[in-house]
């Protein structure tokens, strides 16, 4: 993507995109557009809904209270979800945020939060982590925003877990030091991440996570990583050696 143009404004949008669309944005996009990017008549901007690509567009009829966002043509076509997971311990709010954040920029498909006996906080607001995930696909270009599931309990999470797909199991006491030597030649019919709390599984649930047919358990380095900087760390080694950077 490097000849993609960043400054253009991008805004995620639920409504169905395509050339010669017109439509009013809800209340809280029109005051993004009007009132912090200040945009006026004629303003370009890309436009995203996750389904139908992406599309230059431009404001149309604006007033001080109003404004119509007429639809010109596709930029880009559209691109599926990664099938790759992102599996984590629930975090405090902020670091929650910055998480979701930085998973999406990493090509993560969907967002799992899974409960486990030490994680931190075991409510999750749904729709603010895929606000997030929304927001971090505008500022980097991402057309597939990925999903954000339900919390599930660590137990629950391994008992549906498909049998052909590989896990990648963040764990300290992984027996590969090298996580690119762990991964090597690793497959399955979709691959997830599975990061833990701060202060790791306990002994039952790692226990519990290697009995499930095709894990690889990975190291994250010599130094405890939070929990936020491991899905960074974890996702750029899966993305480098069986992701998409691998292609």
Sequence with gaps: MSHYDFSAQRLFVETALAPGVEFVPPPEALNYLLNVLRLRAGDPLLLFNGRDGEFLAHLAEVTRRAAT?????????????????YCFAPLKQARLDYMAQKATEMGAGRLT??????????????????????????????????DAADAVDLSDFLAAFPPGRL???????????????A??????????VLVGPEGGFD???RAAVTRLPNVARVSLGPRILRADTAAVAALAIVQATIGDWAC
């Design 183 to 192: 991964l090597a030649g690793r497959s399955g019919h979709g691959i997830s």
């Design 69 to 85: 966002i007429r639809v010109e043509r596709l930029t880009r076509a559209q691109t599926l979800r990664a099938d790759l997971d």
């Design 203 to 205: 002994d039952a649930e």
């Design 167 to 181: 896990l990648v199991f963040c764990d300290e006491d992984a027996p590969i030091a090298n996580p690119l030597h």
């Design 113 to 146: 939060p899974v409960i486990t006996r030490r994680t931190q906080a075991r409510r999750v607001n749904i729709a603010r982590l895929k606000a997030n995930a929304v927001e971090a696909a505008e500022q980097c270009g991402v057309l597939a925003v990925p």
